[in-house]
Every structure is written in structure tokens, then in C-alpha cells.
């Protein structure tokens, strides 16, 4: 039977309406190489303004993970809003699946906007693809947020118990769902407090999953299979620019050890920030402080101060995860 009505497709439209009032369009770059790229620009392009671009990570689409914060940083920046390959309007007919290839992508559309430099925030699988970003195109990019992204992470991690799922294709049923179930343990995973089963019907799980989850999933899985392969510490370039590293307390999907590991492999040029009482969707559950460490970086140019925690006994670190190897966590990303 289809549906005569959907919350989620309502809600996006409501999305939408509000990043065209923001100042926003919708546009469309043909790269010419099989691949086309959606990303929401500036109507009118103020040269007074920097730029700043906003990248999304996996589960629901870019308009849902950034609207809140474009309506608070729009005063601000001209702000560049695209859909990674295979999310939204984006797709590509090339085989790579590599986050230097999204980098690659995403910076060809910011070229195309006559954009020579900019800041950026990459949320979650967003953070591994504006990292690379940064580092192939270092002379563009000024100031780099990294949230909850584990672009620190090796291959190894995954047999050692960094992550308490080591079985990416479990991950990838859990990342890409298309059951209700598999969806209530991503938001269990995301969130640090989820809201109870019982309050979330499975029709509404459904009918999310039917608008956001639907298109190009294997291609979605490849993306995700693609993170981990050969990824060695020794080999992630250490970039320049000034960083903030922003990380929910208790997250579940990229362990708050990695956020350490990321401050550790960029030294003095990095700033931790732990979001304590939060999870994997610290931006969700404490929006207002989040914003608060974005603004001061990004607009205040101050650098917040390093969370003094403790950073994890490796070794105890890696015991303890073992212990719950059972159980399952990855993104939302």
C-alpha cells in the first residue's frame, strides 16, 4: 500500500524551505567524469564574508544534520552545504569509494563556485573526508572542525577491540539500515541518552528509512568498507592548519581514545574538545554548546582549551573493549 503521507518527507521539506530562506540555492556540477555533484550555495556570494563548508556524515540527509547550524552561522559565512557521492543528488559511475575521491569531489564544486579559500566541518564520515581535504588542498583551507571522526583509526584497531563491532559488514547493516530494528540500534548507538523505544513506532522508523535509506545503499556499504582498508597511523598525513577536535564524552561508534589519538598525531597544532554528557550525536543532544565551540573557533578565531582528560591506558583500553567485542557500535556517521 503507498503511503498518502510522510513525516519525513514533510519534515525535509520544511528543510528545505528553511535553507532557501537562509540565503541558500540548490545547484547541481556536472564534473564531466561520470559524477555529478549537488551542494546548496550562497544566493548571493558577499566577498566581506568568509567562506565556510559544511560536510555531512552518513544517516540522514545534509539539510537534517546542518540546519540548525546554518541558520546560526549563516550571519557569518558564505556557507557551501554539499551531498557527499551517493547521498542526496550526488552519484558518480567511477569505482572509487575512497574519502580522497569525496575530497577530491567536493573541492571541484567549491572551484567551480570560484571559492579559493575556506574553513570546513566535517561531522562524522564527514570529519575522514574533510581531513583529506585539508591535506591534499592545504592552501585552500584555513581552519579545519574535526567531529567524532576516527580518522586516526588503522585497520588493526578492528581485531585489537578499539570498536566493540569488528565485523564491517554488521557495521554496514547498522550504518545503511533498511529495518526499523536496525535503525533503533544506530540511534542507540549515535545517542548517549536515545529516547525510549516504546515513544519511536516502527511506522515512523519505516517511513524514515523509505525517504533517507533507500538509494544507492551498497554503494553507501563500499564507503564505508573503503575507511578502514590498509589505514595505518604512519601513513595519515599530518595537516597544517589550526584544528578543533570535537567529541561526545561516551561515544559509542568512534571511542573518545581516537579523539586522543588524533590531538596526539597533530600535536600543538590541535585542540580537543570533549562534550561531556554526550555521544556520537553530541551535536544533536547539546546543540548549544556545540555551537558555542564552533563559534569560537570559527568566528572568534580562539582556539577552546584542550579537555584535560585522562587519555586512556592503551592497554587496559584495548582489554576492556575485548570484553564487550560482542556487542555492536559504529555511526551515524
Not at 530562506?21 to 550562497?42: E, N, Y
Not at 530494528?181 to 515513544?199: C, H, I, N, Q, W
Amino acid at each position: 500500500m503507498t503511503r498518502c503521507f510522510s513525516l519525513t518527507a514533510a519534515r525535509n521539506r520544511c528543510y528545505k524551505s528553511s535553507f532557501l530562506k537562509a540565503g541558500l540555492r540548490s545547484t547541481i556540477t556536472d564534473l564531466q567524469d561520470g559524477t555529478v555533484m549537488h551542494c546548496w550555495v550562497p544566493k548571493t556570494h558577499n566577498d566581506s564574508k568568509p567562506n565556510l563548508l559544511l560536510i555531512h556524515g552518513l544517516g540522514a540527509n545534509t539539510m537534517w544534520q546542518w540546519g540548525d547550524t546554518i541558520r546560526k552561522m549563516i550571519p557569518f559565512f558564505n556557507i557551501f552545504v554539499p551531498d557527499l557521492v551517493f547521498f542526496g543528488d550526488s552519484y558518480t559511475t567511477r569505482p572509487e569509494r575512497s574519502e580522497s575521491f569525496q575530497a577530491q569531489c567536493v573541492m571541484r564544486v567549491m572551484e567551480a563556485n570560484s571559492v579559493k579559500k575556506l574553513s570546513l566541518v566535517g561531522l562524522s564520515y564527514g570529519g575522514f573526508v574533510g581531513y583529506s581535504l585539508a591535506a591534499q588542498f592545504s592552501e585552500a583551507v584555513e581552519r579545519v572542525v574535526i567531529c567524532c571522526a576516527g580518522v586516526c583509526m588503522e585497520e588493526k584497531d578492528l581485531k585489537e577491540g578499539v570498536f566493540k563491532v569488528s565485523d564491517l559488514e554488521e557495521a554496514a547493516d547498522i550504518l545503511v539500515p533498511q529495518t526499523p530494528e536496525k535503525l533503533r540500534e544506530l540511534l542507540g548507538f549515535a545517542m548517549f541518552k536515545p529516547p525510549p523505544s516504546t515513544l519511536v513506532p516502527s511506522c515512523l522508523l519505516a517511513d524514515f528509512i523509505d525517504v533517507m535509506c533507500t538509494e544507492y545503499t551498497e554503494e553507501k556499504k563500499e564507503l564505508i568498507r573503503a575507511i578502514p582498508k590498509d589505514r595505518k597511523l604512519s601513513n595519515i598525513t599530518k595537516i597544517s592548519q589550526p584544528t578543533l577536535i570535537l567529541w561526545g564524552e561516551y561515544d559509542k561508534i568512534f571511542p573518545l581514545e581516537l579523539g586522543h589519538r588524533l590531538k596526539r598525531h597533530l600535536g600543538d597544532n590541535a585542540h580537543l574538545v570533549v562534550i561531556k554528557g554526550t555521544g556520537h550525536a553530541f551535536i544533536v543532544e547539546k546543540p548549544k554548546e556545540s555551537y558555542r565551540h564552533l563559534k569560537s573557533f570559527l568566528v572568534d578565531l580562539q582556539p577552546p582549551p584542550s579537555t584535560p582528560s585522562p587519555i586512556p591506558n592503551n592497554e587496559n583500553h584495548l582489554s576492556s573493549c575485548k570484553g564487550e567485542a560482542e556487542k555492536i557500535t559504529l555511526k551515524t556517521a
